[in-house]
């Protein structure tokens, strides 16, 4: 049983300038159905070997948390929204 659990499992891979979603455990005591429970995104600044990951916060310089209290952000790097405009004119 152990095993098959254990292959369903991903090891999540960091490394630094990653930007990284984190879980906001305090959600729990107030919740609301709406209302995410990751807050961020914030930049690796360190990884440790123990599964441990430093990451950059604007209200604290740096902020050491687990491994499994961050999530990759899959947004864009610099949230640059592209539009392209396209003109018609009649023929």
């Known amino acids: 049983m152990k095993h098959f659990h254990d292959k369903k499992i991903l090891k999540r891979d960091f490394s630094p300038w ?8 305090s959600m729990r005591l107030f919740p609301r159905k709406l ?6 995104p914030f930049e690796v600044t360190q990884v440790f070997p123990h599964g441990a990951i430093e990451i950059a ?8 948390v687990n491994r499994q ?6 947004g864009m790097p610099n949230e640059v ?3 392209e405009v396209i003109y018609l004119n009649e023929p």
């Not at 990653?18 to 906001?24: E, G, H, K, P, S």
């Not at 209302?35 to 961020?40: A, L, N, R, T």
């Not at 916060?57 to 050491?64: A, D, G, L, Q, T």
């Open 81 to 83: 929204k592209i539009i």
């Open 35 to 40: 209302k995410s429970k990751w807050s961020g």
């Open 69 to 74: 209290r961050v999530k990759h952000y899959l």
């Open 57 to 64: 916060c604007p209200s604290r310089n740096r902020v050491k």
């Open 18 to 25: 990653d930007r990284v979603l984190l879980f906001n455990s």
